[in-house]
C-alpha cells in the first residue's frame, strides 16, 4: 500500500517524499481514507503510531480542495491539542505536510503574549492547532470566529480530559457549528472519553491501531527498589553504569524536577528540565538542545512532557511514577519509537507501592524487579502482580547480610514484544478524571 493508492492528491505526495515516508501505518491506512470520504472518527492510537499524518494529511487535502477560502478571523479546521509544546509539535508537522498547498495554517496557545496571535489571526487561518484554554480567550476576545469551521479534530483527548479541559471544550463545543466532521484521537477510552464521543461524533468509525499500548512492545521495563530519599543517588549511580547517553526523566513535581536537575548539574553532568512553572520559550529551548543532544538529561513533569516526539530516544526513566497509571504507557512511549527498541526504568520507593501496582493492572504485566546492590531499600517495597494485589508479607525480622538476597524475588519478566497486551476498556485505572459536562456551567475566574 502507498499514500498514491489512499487517495492523497500529488502536493501532498512529494511532501512525505521529501520527509521520507514510504508506507502508511496503520492509523493512517485507516483514517486518510475514512477522513477523506467525510466520516466522523473515533480513533484509539498514540503518539508514535504515525496519528498525526494520519488525520493532517486528509484535513489538508479537503481543505485545499472544498470549500470557501477563509474569511478574516475565520479558521476552517481546529486540531485541539492538551499541551503547547504538543501543540507546536503538530503544527510543524502540519506546516511540513501542507508545503505545497496554499493554505494558511498557524498554532495558538497560552504562555506567550496573545497579541502576536490576535494579529495573526486577522486574515484568517486555513488550519489551527490550538490548546483549549487560549482558544477560549480569543474566541470570547472576538479574534475568531468559527462560522468557517468544518472540522474538528481532537488530539489526545483522554489526555485534555486529564488536565481538567472538560469545562474548555464544553464551550468550546458549544461555539462550534453543528454540521462539521469530527475526529477524535486518544490513547484510551475511559467512560469520560466515550461521554465526550458520544456527543460530539457523528456515527463514527472505530479505528483502533492495536496493541493500543503498541509503544510497550518494544520498550523493556523494569523496576529498581529503593528508599526515597537515595534516588538521586540511585539516578547518578546507575547513569554511570550504565553509561547512559541521552535520558528523559519524569518527575512527580515541578519542584522534584527543580531539586534533580540542581542536583544533577551540581554534579558536573549536563541537565536541564521543563515543567510549566517555566515560560513557553525556556522549555521550547531545553527541549531543542535535548533532542540536538546538548543536553544529556532533560528532567520533566507528564504535563511537559506530553506527546513529545523525540527521535531515537533510548531511556525513558520515572523517577517518581505517575500518579496517573496511564501516564506509564505515554511516558515510557517516549522511547521504543518508529520500531526502534527503548528501555524503561522506574525507580520505586516503598510509598509508591499502590502507584506500581495500577500500573501493572492497567498494562496487564508484572514489572521485573531488578535491585541494585548498596541500594536494597531500608523499607521493602512490598510483592506487586498484574492482578492489582499488593502482597504485604508478615514483618520479618531485619535480614541477614547473607549472598543470594534472602527476601528478594523477581516476580516479573522481561516485557517483550508481544508480551503486553492492551487494557480493555473495562479496566478502569486509578484515575482522576473530570466529567465532561455539556450543559452552562460557571467558569473559572
Ligand atoms: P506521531 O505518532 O504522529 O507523533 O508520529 C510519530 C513519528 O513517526 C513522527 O516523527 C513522524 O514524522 C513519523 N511518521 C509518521 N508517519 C510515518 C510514515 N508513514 N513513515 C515514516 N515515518 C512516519
Redesign the pocket.
Known sequence: MT?ATLGLIEPLLRS?ET???????P??AQAIPAVLAGRDLMAA??????????F?LPLLQLLAMEGPKVSANSVRALILVPTRELAE??HE?VR?YAENLPLRTYAVYGGVSINPQMMKLRSGVDLLVATPGRLLDLFRQNALKFNQLQTLVLDEADRMLDLGFSEELANIYKALPKKRQTLLFSATFSDDIRLLAGQMLNDPLSIEVSPRNVAANTVKQWVVTVDKKRKPELFVHLMRKGKWKQVLVFAKTRNGVDALVEKLQGLGINADGIHGDKPQATRQRALDRFKLSEVQILVATDVAAR?L?I?DLPLVVNFDLPIVAEDYIHRIGRTG??GSTGEAISLVCADEVNLLSAIEMLTRQTLKRQNEPDFEPEHRVPDTDASGQVIKKPKKPKKPKASGGGGKRNLGKWVDSGEVSAPEPSVKPVRKVPVFNTGPRKRKP
Open positions: 499514500f512525505l520527509l521520507g515516508y514510504q508506507t502508511p501505518t492509523v493512517q492510537a498514540q503518539t508514535g503510531t504515525g496519528k498525526t499524518a494520519g493532517a509539535q503538530v508537522a511540513q506527546g516526539d527521535e519509537r518508529a
